[in-house]
């Protein structure tokens, strides 16, 4: 399901007005399938974790392997390691399937502490994105 799917608001009918592409609504984000250059399906966007002291998107919590959601596994993806595909509504990531295999990941039941530097730094450099 993409963006346009769960716009409940109408947000995105009309391209010429609205938001658009540069703005848009988070809760129409989550679901979103994350491929990567290759055409090969990522994953889809489970949550979208905000900075609320400075306001800025920080991650994309995608979910990737498993079963109607046994087993899968969760990847915090720096946002500014995504790029919005407008064309075939999704996201792209570029990294190939192995390589988010081997990504820092975690369990839904046990989360990482997102503000703490350190894990800051580790993701982001895993993905070769400035913080």
Known sequence: MNYEDRDTYGIYKNNNQGPGPRLMGADTLIGNEVCNNAEENLGKIKEIMLDTADGDVRYAVL???????????????????????????????????????NAPGFDKDDWPDMADKAWESNIHSYYGVGS
């Open 63 to 101: 979910s990737f392997g498993g079963l109607l959601g046994i087993g899968e596994k969760l990847f915090a993806i720096p946002w500014k390691a995504l790029t919005l595909d407008t064309t075939n509504k999704r996201f792209i990531l570029n990294a190939d399937k192995e390589r988010l295999k």
